[in-house]
C-alpha cells in the first residue's frame, strides 16, 4: 500500500519544535537556499566579515627584569599549602592513579583471556 502524498504541508511538527526550542529544519531545497541566502547577510557576520583591528604597538621591547619583578609580585599573592596538605593530596593522588592503573591492568586482562577463549 502506498502512501498518499498530501499538497498541505504538516506545521503541527514544527509548531512542537519551536515550542520546545528547537529550531525548524528546512523541509526542501528553496527553505535552504532561504536560509543561506539570510545566513550570508545577517549583519552579524558583516562584522565578522570587517578588516581586523590592527595591534597597537606600546613601543615597549621586553624587559626581563620587569618580567621577573612582576613574576615573584604574582607568586607572592598566591595561597600556597601547608606542608601536611601537601603531603595528603600527593598521597591521595599516587593511590588514585594505582588504583586506576591496577583496574586497567585486570580489566585488559579479562579481555585478552576473553578473546583466547572466543577465537
Excluded at 502512501?3 to 506545521?11: L, Q, R, V
Excluded at 552579524?44 to 613574576?71: C, H, I, M, W, Y
Excluded at 601547608?82 to 592513579?97: D, N, T
Aim: net charge positive; charged share 25%.
Amino acid at each position: 500500500m502506498a502512501k498518499k502524498k498530501s499538497s498541505k504541508k504538516d506545521t503541527s511538527n514544527n509548531k512542537n519544535k519551536s515550542q520546545n526550542g528547537a529550531q525548524n529544519a528546512p523541509q526542501n531545497q528553496g527553505d535552504r537556499q532561504n536560509v543561506k541566502d539570510s545566513v550570508k547577510n545577517s549583519p552579524s557576520l558583516e562584522k565578522e566579515k570587517a578588516a581586523p583591528v590592527p595591534r597597537k604597538d606600546t613601543g615597549e621591547k621586553f624587559n626581563a627584569v620587569k618580567f621577573f619583578q612582576e613574576s615573584k609580585e604574582e607568586l607572592s599573592k598566591v595561597v600556597w599549602p601547608s606542608r601536611q596538605q601537601l603531603i595528603s593530596e600527593s598521597a591521595a593522588v599516587v593511590l588514585m592513579v594505582t588504583l586506576v592503573a591496577t583496574t586497567i591492568y585486570f580489566v585488559d586482562n579479562l579481555f585478552v583471556w576473553l578473546s583466547g577463549k572466543v577465537f
